[in-house]
């Protein structure tokens, strides 16, 4: 599987985006995030929300929750915990911190949230592309 990032393929990172509530299932992601992505030459207005599911642990090498709290909520989850990691931790600047849900904010915080996850995906296709 290949997953496509800033344009560079890497044949061995395939990543899925999920929620852990069903929150907005199916919808597309919010209109300001649509928007910074797209300032960004980054294209998401085709992801659709789903729900994180048991067999994703399996699944999935890594289950990386964007804040303090999805950590513990995915742990509550899945009894093997190994793979669980918190999405800023794969920086350096930031270790132990959470990416902000911009959600009730203004388009300035998406904005800020948008660099956060940029420079957190980029740390992990870093460590992860070989």
């Known amino acids: 599987m290949k997953y496509i990032c800033n344009k560079k393929k890497y044949d061995n990172i395939y990543c899925e985006s999920a929620g852990l509530y069903n929150y907005h299932i199916g919808s597309s992601p919010d209109n300001r995030a649509i928007r910074i992505a ?3 030459n980054v294209n998401i207005s085709s992801l659709r929300a789903r729900q994180i599911k048991k067999s994703d642990f399996q699944k999935f090498d890594l ?3 964007m804040d303090k709290g999805h950590i513990l909520e995915l742990k509550k989850m899945e009894k093997i915990t190994t793979k669980i990691r918190l999405f ?3 920086t350096n600047e930031y270790k132990n911190c959470d990416v902000p849900d911009p959600y009730y904010g203004t388009i300035e915080d998406f904005k800020k949230s948008y660099k956060l996850i940029e420079l957190g995906v ?3 296709v870093e460590k992860y592309k070989n």
Do not use: T
Request: proline share 0%; charged share 10%; no cysteine.
């Open 38 to 40: 797209q300032q960004n």
């Open 63 to 65: 289950i990386i929750g």
């Open 88 to 90: 800023l931790n794969f």
């Open 122 to 124: 980029n740390k992990i």
